[in-house]
């Protein structure tokens, strides 16, 4: 239930509390709630994912806010771009779109700190999804394990995106979508849109 980039957070954080505890007492008893903050900030509940070979997942706990098609900046040709609010609520775990091979990965930055990530996943089929992520502005931290040319399994935990705010995804243009702007999805859990071949 725990995400593996909060273990050592929230261990450190409760080492710290308990030495101060011992040394000052009850003056200190109100930071318990600090690693409370921290195992709801960095939980990460298990996702039933869908047998659905076809379907595309979110990658992330979300609201859609927009869908139209546009131009995708990364393979250069007109796509179904659905964008995703990430609400301060949510579960911050990033997962697989889909089954398939990660292709090529954009990051563009500053400081040397990714200020948004692309991730081209393609399908056993030739279907391109990329998918953009953008962490939060001043606390927000983006962590993807994903790489080129591995492969990826359908709903698979890919990251941690704490506190991040937009995420766009580029989907072929065939796509059949089953969210409408306003839905609320949930990442792997979740069906955004199914491809059809054929």
């Not at 011992?22 to 008893?29: N, Q």
Request: with cysteine; net charge positive.
């Amino acid at each position: 239930m725990l995400a593996p980039e909060g273990r050592p957070i929230v261990t450190v954080v409760a080492a710290l509390i308990l030495v101060a505890h011992f040394f000052l007492g009850i003056k200190v008893l109100l930071l318990w709630l600090l690693p409370g903050l921290l195992l709801w900030l960095y939980r990460d509940p298990p996702r039933d994912i869908p047998a659905a070979p076809r379907g595309l997942l979110s990658p992330v706990d979300a609201r859609v806010v927009a869908i139209e098609e546009d131009d995708d900046p990364y393979l250069q040709r007109r796509a179904i771009r659905v964008d995703l609010r990430i609400p301060v609520t949510a579960v911050y775990t990033l997962r697989s779109v889909t089954e398939g091979k990660i292709m090529n990965q954009w990051c563009r930055g500053s400081s040397g700190r990714a200020r948004t990530l692309a991730l081209w996943l393609q399908t056993d089929e030739s279907d391109d999804i990329v998918t953009v992520l953008k962490p939060g502005r001043v606390l927000g931290s983006l962590k993807c394990y994903a790489r080129s040319g591995e492969r990826v399994g359908q709903g698979q935990r890919q990251g941690f995106i704490l506190l991040g705010t937009d995420v766009q995804m580029l989907l072929p243009t065939g796509v059949r979508l089953r969210i409408a702007t306003g839905d609320k999805v949930l990442a792997g859990a979740d069906i955004i849109a199914d491809l059809v071949h054929g």
